[in-house]
């Protein structure tokens, strides 16, 4: 079986940055990725790690220890349309199908 | 087409009831997953086609729940003798490599 946890809640303020963790237990492991999915919306994909380090897309980075089992969001010059919940996802060893974590909703004040 | 097209956006049943959803995936993308998301929780894993063949349906909750993908492009979830707990939201996504979803807007269905 798969299990993932994540923050439920994260404030910032805009402008600022925000990190977002994600740990993992998993029977296997093929890589990890982070959605982002606004109030009525559906997820859209952010950011895949399958080695370990940091990939950096724009203001987003994402973070993957498989040693530690843990992965991150890094979101850099948070902006009010970034108020949304993360979402991280394992993708299971058998197939191609990911387990998603419960979510983390952001919310940035002005 | 551009995106993954779900249809109904919204769809209302009664208890007992069969209901059909359809998702048309991008064009030349040959995985396709169903996924339901209940309010406030993240998306939970149904079942995945790899082409026209199901390659992993241990998501499915019980044997009311079928999907079928006959030509390997569009998708049909099936459920039958609808329950008041099967009402949430059904993501339909599809994928070309696998390491990333497009996921359409999903179908909200409500069980009164």
């Known amino acids: 079986g798969q299990s993932l946890e994540q923050p439920s809640e994260v404030t910032a303020v805009e402008g600022a940055i925000v990190q977002i963790n994600c740990t993992y237990q998993?029977?296997?492991?093929?890589?990890l990725s982070w959605y982002q999915q606004h109030d009525g919306g559906a997820p859209t994909f952010l950011s895949y790690?399958?080695?370990?380090g940091l990939e950096e897309t724009g203001r987003f980075s994402s973070f993957l220890s498989r040693s530690d089992s843990y992965g991150y969001l890094l979101l850099q010059e948070l902006q009010m349309k970034d108020s949304a919940s993360y979402f991280c996802?394992?993708?299971?060893?058998?197939?191609?199908?990911?387990?998603f974590g419960p979510g983390t909703r952001l919310s940035v004040l002005p | 087409g551009a995106g993954v097209s779900q249809t109904p956006s919204n769809k209302v049943t009664e208890k007992g009831k069969y209901v059909e959803l359809r998702c048309d995936p991008i064009?030349?993308?040959?995985?396709l997953y169903w996924y339901r998301q209940s309010l406030g929780q993240g998306p939970e894993f149904l079942i995945y086609?790899?082409?026209?063949?199901?390659?992993?349906d241990s998501g499915l909750p019980n044997d009311r729940f079928f999907a079928v993908r006959p030509e390997g492009s569009v998708s049909t979830l099936k459920i039958q003798r609808t329950e008041r707990g099967d009402s949430a939201v059904y993501l339909c996504?599809?994928?070309?490599?696998?390491?990333?979803?497009?996921f359409g807007s999903g179908t909200r269905l409500t069980v009164v």
């Open positions: 996504a599809s994928s070309s490599q696998g390491d990333g979803y497009t």
């Open positions: 998993t029977s296997g492991f093929y890589g």
């Open positions: 790690n399958a080695l370990d």
């Open positions: 996802a394992v993708r299971d060893n058998y197939g191609q199908n990911f387990v």
């Open positions: 064009s030349g993308h040959t995985a």
């Open positions: 086609f790899q082409g026209t063949g199901a390659a992993d």
